[in-house]
Every structure is written in structure tokens, then in C-alpha cells.
């Protein structure tokens, strides 16, 4: 299952109409959409952190999301770094008024530029030289990771305006138009998701066997977060790899450095 999260209806737009989205009218607290099997799921946040956060966390329950869903953040975004039109993806999430910094996966590398999002509280006339600026990516992320793993989360970007004139002169039906130009990139991460998402999923459903951390409790000392982590890494390792994961990282010193190896080599072995 993946969650789309977008602050506005032009957004949205040619996104419904791609995954043959509909209204789901039992829902009245937020405008949510969904595809027949409710496996695609998309909420409409309007625009800022309160919206975005409360939005986040109204779809997680109303999807019946689980630890292996996906979660995507898309929308338009300001640079003066890349031209109008350009799609980006969040290598980095920076939320500039509370300065705290978040890193999502890194996913289709050869296929999507990765940066910056740094996230405001309000519209900005000026444009910082590295990444781009938006209003909603640092509370997505901020609230989806309560529920999910960083691998699990993604936020992507549509430049919209280089300048103030650009962002002045901005409708929706331009918006429109960037987000549909973008769509067969859109289709490709969200596809990717989905896939990451159903083989987390069918690892938790199967309860596959041998999964055990207790040789590497044994080993590393793993905070309770850091423990969930390596067991959802464990179970993905025995779906992808053949090779054996605690002989992998027999030559970490510490459990961070386990989960780091481990995270670090599927997704080189799987997201590339």
C-alpha cells in the first residue's frame, strides 16, 4: 500500500486521473481518494506543516496503514537552482525554522535528481542557491516516520517558479500541467514504492523463518527503534540475498553501524 500525501486540489488532479483515483465519501474530516483495491490511497492536506502533519496522521489510521506501507510527498516547489518543470526528489529534508534535518531513501538515482527540500512556515520571495523550497515536506516526514521506517518514506518535487513573478503568476492550471508533465516519473516512484511496500509486506504476512536477531543482540547492543529496524532489514535480506547478513557485518563496532551496512547494501543491490 502507498499514501499520497499533496497539499493542493491542482496537484492532485493528474495524479486522480493516472491511477483512476475516487472520492471516498465516507471520509469528511479530509478529502481522501482511493483506487479500487485501496492500495493507492491519496489525501489532500491544502497547504503547511499543521495541515500536512494532521493530514498524515488522519490517512495512517483511516488506510489501516501498516509498518509497511509507503508514504509519498508530492507537490510543486521554488528553486533558483533547477529550471520549471524539473522533478526532484529529497535526499535531505531540512525544516529551516526549527532546524532539525531528515533523510529519506535515496531511490531510482539514475532516473530522478535528488536534493534538498527545505521546508518554511511561509512563502518565501527569496530562493536559497542550494535545493528547493516548500511549506510541507519536514512536518510529512516528521509524522510518517513515527509510523513507518525512512526507507519507507519519499518526498518528490515539481519546480513550479524560479522568482517571485514566477510564484505570483502561478494558477492552477499551470500547476495542472507541471505535475501531468511529470507523470510518467511520478508513475515509476510510485510504482517502486508499491513493490517495496507488497515484498515488506508479504515478509510480515509469511512470517518468514529464521529471521531471528537474537546473534545479533548477542553482538550489538540495539535500542528498541534500532531493533525493529534490524528485524525489518533482516526479513528484506532473506527475501533479495543469498548470503548470510551476520557474517556481513561481523566488522561493525556498533548497532547503528550494523543497521547502516545492512540499509546501505540493499538498497545499492535493489533501488539502483
Not at 532539525?100 to 520571495?125: E, G, M, S, W
Not at 527503534?225 to 563496532?253: M, P, V, Y
Request: charged content about 15%; overall charge neutral; aromatic content about 10%.
Amino acid at each position: 500500500m502507498i499514501n499520497l500525501i499533496l497539499a493542493l486540489h491542482a496537484e492532485a488532479k493528474p495524479i486522480l486521473n493516472c491511477f483512476r483515483l475516487k472520492k471516498d465519501v465516507a471520509s469528511r474530516a479530509f478529502e481522501i481518494f482511493s483506487n479500487s483495491d485501496r492500495s493507492i490511497n491519496l489525501i489532500v492536506a491544502g497547504i503547511g506543516k499543521i495541515n500536512t502533519a494532521a493530514t498524515v496522521s488522519y490517512l495512517h489510521q483511516y488506510s489501516q496503514a501498516n509498518s509497511a506501507t509507503a508514504y509519498l510527498n508530492l507537490g510543486i516547489a521554488g528553486s533558483c537552482h533547477f529550471s520549471v518543470g524539473t522533478i526532484v526528489a529529497a535526499e535531505k529534508i531540512t525544516d529551516v525554522v526549527m532546524l532539525k534535518n531528515y533523510y529519506p531513501a535515496v531511490y531510482l538515482a539514475k532516473q530522478i535528481v535528488h536534493t534538498t527540500v527545505n521546508t518554511f512556515d511561509r512563502p518565501q520571495l527569496q530562493y536559497p542557491e542550494v535545493g528547493v523550497i516548500d511549506m510541507e515536506a519536514s512536518a510529512f516526514i516528521q509524522v510518517a516516520m513515527r509510523f513507518v521506517n525512512l526507507e519507507f518514506i519519499q518526498c518528490a518535487k515539481i519546480i513550479s517558479d524560479c522568482n517571485s513573478n514566477d510564484l505570483q503568476q502561478l494558477t492552477a492550471g499551470r500547476v495542472e500541467q507541471l505535475i501531468a508533465s511529470q507523470l510518467p516519473l511520478i508513475k515509476i516512484l510510485v510504482d517502486y514504492l508499491m513493490n517495496l511496500s507488497l515484498t515488506e509486506s508479504n515478509a510480515i504476512n509469511n512470517t518468514i523463518e529464521n529471521v531471528n536477531p537474537e546473534q545479533f543482540q548477542k553482538m550489538w547492543h540495539f535500542t528498541h527503534n534500532e531493533l525493529f529496524q534490524l528485524q525489518q532489514l533482516l526479513r528484506r535480506w532473506k527475501i533479495l540475498e543469498s548470503g548470510d547478513a551476520f557474517t556481513f557485518c561481523q566488522d561493525a563496532k556498533v548497532a547503528r553501524e550494523v543497521i547502516f551496512k545492512l540499509k546501505n547494501h540493499l538498497q545499492q543491490s535493489n533501488f539502483y
